[in-house]
């Protein structure tokens, strides 16, 4: 008698989750029976309703699609558990999960998160990893509960973050790196041969959503930092600055000197300065050489473009 398929509800919203959806569903053992994401919104220039890349994925192979604003009333709740899950599979959904939710599913929830738990637990995992200069970072499938990321873990995989790292690159590759992790963990948890285990009680830090005001250059702060800051908010929502009363958008640059107690002056000028023709510009402490810039409804130039096209010349001054 050939195995029963296991039968899942996926909850995800955005490209991050398409690679684990394609993965579950191309395998052989694995049934999506319905897909829950975020209702579709207004954009682009004529405000139309668009889909989220998950919806449209199921859309495309014609499985059930639920937008509910929220999972917290009673008629959500049934027609959920109706769906009879062995399991719920959740890759940045972007709602909070209530307890008769998490308890419908035969085996639970699982959860891919974009970090090495419990670092960054929250909203912008893969921003923050990268902001805060760590060397590494990677994606965990944990069985998920009623806290923020704080259900016990199945499985990780690490992956270092080189110095051109952005936030956008990490993304692309931590989606990738999750999609077998998760199908593993589900036929590890199915078969009983794996066991969640808890997360460590230290280490624990918070990757809060991103305020906007962040995204605003500070030139007074180290190169180092800056380096940092611009790839983490690479490509969205985009380090700036400002130029003649231009907002600039910086989206790669380079830490160009490692001196991190040399004056701003004796680096060659106030912060902000532009200090030579290869678009280095003076920090708090060391330089930053701009690689890669964006002006308004322009389209992303590297930085040789943006001296022929911008008349940027060495004195000149970002704010």
Not at 200 to 224: L, M, Q, Y
């Amino acid at each position: 008698m050939p195995k029963r398929k296991l039968r899942l509800v996926f909850m995800g919203t955005p490209d991050f989750a398409l690679p684990t959806f394609a993965a579950l569903c191309q395998a052989p053992d694995m049934d999506i029976a319905a897909v829950y994401t975020q209702p579709p919104r207004q954009a682009g220039r004529g405000r139309k309703l668009r889909p989220t890349a998950v919806h449209q994925a199921a859309l495309d192979r014609d499985i059930p699609v639920h937008t509910p604003a929220s999972l917290k009333t009673a008629e959500v709740e049934a027609e959920f558990t109706a769906h009879r899950a062995d399991a719920a599979v959740v890759v940045a959904y972007g709602l909070i999960l209530p307890a008769a939710i998490l308890a419908a599913p035969r085996l639970g929830c699982f959860n891919l998160h974009g970090s090495l738990l419990p670092r960054w637990r929250g909203a912008a995992p893969i921003q923050r990893a990268v902001m805060a200069g760590d060397s590494v970072t990677g994606v965990c499938v944990m069985a998920m509960d009623q806290g923020l990321d704080t259900g016990p873990e199945l499985l990780r995989a690490e992956r270092p973050i080189g110095p051109r790292d952005t936030a956008g690159s990490l993304h692309d590759d931590l989606a990738q790196l999750g999609a077998p992790l998760m199908v593993q963990a589900l036929r590890g948890v199915a078969a009983g041969e794996l066991q969640p285990r808890a997360q460590p009680a230290v280490g624990i830090t918070h990757a809060a959503k991103i305020d906007k005001a962040e995204a605003r250059i500070d030139w007074t702060a180290s190169a180092n930092d800056l380096d940092c800051l611009i790839r983490g908010l690479s490509p969205f929502p985009g380090a700036w600055c400002q130029w003649r009363g231009e907002r600039i958008k910086i989206l790669l640059a380079e830490a160009v000197s490692k001196a991190v107690a040399a004056s701003a002056a004796a680096d060659g000028g106030p912060p902000g300065t532009i200090q030579n023709d290869g678009l280095s510009v003076a920090c708090g402490a060391g330089a930053l050489r701009l690689l890669r810039l964006q002006r308004p409804g322009k389209g992303v130039m590297e930085a040789a473009d943006c001296l022929r096209g911008m008349d940027l010349s060495p004195g000149d001054r970002f704010e």
